[in-house]
């Protein structure tokens, strides 16, 4: 695998949103501290707020002892209203630069979740789907024009790799059909 492919690249946003520092608000008190790679963690008082790098609340997070804050917090309603938005624009609207690498973390917390609500999960996925779905349609189509940085602006980290690759390969394709010498008809 080449440092500049696709799986590469989104390897480094899903690394480096996974040590980024999230705001959390404990569910409920946690006496013990946890030492972790020399790290303290906890206590935790029900209420509180706390502050740490995503991979370390995500695991307190599955056991209920943790949750986001209505700020970090991705759910299927938050991606109907999006997918709802995107479907009644032409244009791309601006998204959080990292929401579909947080998207599919919040997937892997609710499939390890001990309370996995199938039907949440379900059209949690189908929300997801239709977001893609839309702004893929919409990658796609600017792929195919010299792209500025103003039509750049509104895409997540993970759109910019989609669009950078599907434009080279697009403009490969039809150079490939544009620039053959065509020999002259006598």
Avoid: C
Wanted: proline share 2%.
């Amino acid at each position: 695998m080449s440092m500049n492919s696709i799986q590469s690249q989104l390897k480094r946003i899903r690394y480096k949103f996974r040590n980024k520092i999230i705001e959390v608000k404990a569910v409920k008190n946690f006496k013990h501290s946890i030492e972790i790679f020399g790290k303290i963690i906890g206590p935790f008082i029900a209420g509180n707020h706390y502050k740490m790098e995503y991979w370390i609340a995500k695991e307190f997070i599955k056991y209920n002892i943790l949750q986001f804050t209505e700020s970090e917090h991705i759910n299927a309603q938050r991606i109907q209203k999006i997918a709802f938005n995107q479907s009644h624009t032409e244009e791309l609207l601006k998204l959080d630069p990292n929401l579909f690498t947080a998207i599919t973390e919040y997937m892997g917390i609710l499939s390890d979740g001990n309370e996995r609500d199938d039907k949440n999960y379900r059209k949690f996925i189908s929300f997801t789907q239709e977001l893609i779905r839309l702004r893929q349609s919409k990658i796609l189509a600017l792929s195919q024009i010299n792209t500025t940085l103003s039509l750049t602006q509104n895409l997540s980290e993970e759109e910019k790799i989609l669009l950078s690759h599907s434009s080279s390969t697009v403009h490969a394709w039809k150079d490939y059909f544009l620039n053959i010498p065509h020999k002259k008809s006598k």
